[in-house]
């Protein structure tokens, strides 16, 4: 798959769904509706998705179920490109959704799950959990 040339950063993304800043949003809005019809592409990235979770729920204290509602629907518009399948992105907000665990291990338990990878680290607790395969290094 060839990347999009526009990548996002977390503060534009931030910025549509709060949308505390008027002026900000408003041009966030433009940018996110040219994405959901396909009119634009650009590249939502990991680290990206992950910041946007932490700072959405340890800044702001949205509840986990507000925040994923909110990316899920952003991770359905056609214009939203990832490295990694959406699946990985979409499987990962429904289980932050209902645990308590950082989206970072989620991700990557999800992410071992789809590829048929183990995980190397030394949490042993989170990935418990998760049941996700992982072993020390």
Known sequence: MKLPKKIIDANVILRFFLADDEEK???TKE??????????????????????IWVLHKVYNIPREEICSKYLKLLNYSGIKTVFDKEIFT??????????IDIQDIFLA???KFKDSSIISFDKTDFKKLKANFTEP
């Open 91 to 100: 499987e990962s907000l429904n289980l932050y959704s209902s645990h308590t």
């Open 110 to 112: 999800v992410l071992a």
């Open 31 to 52: 940018f996110f509706r040219k994405l959901e019809f396909g009119e634009d592409e650009a590249l939502l990235t990991e680290i990206v998705f992950a910041e946007v």
């Open 25 to 27: 949003f408003l041009k």
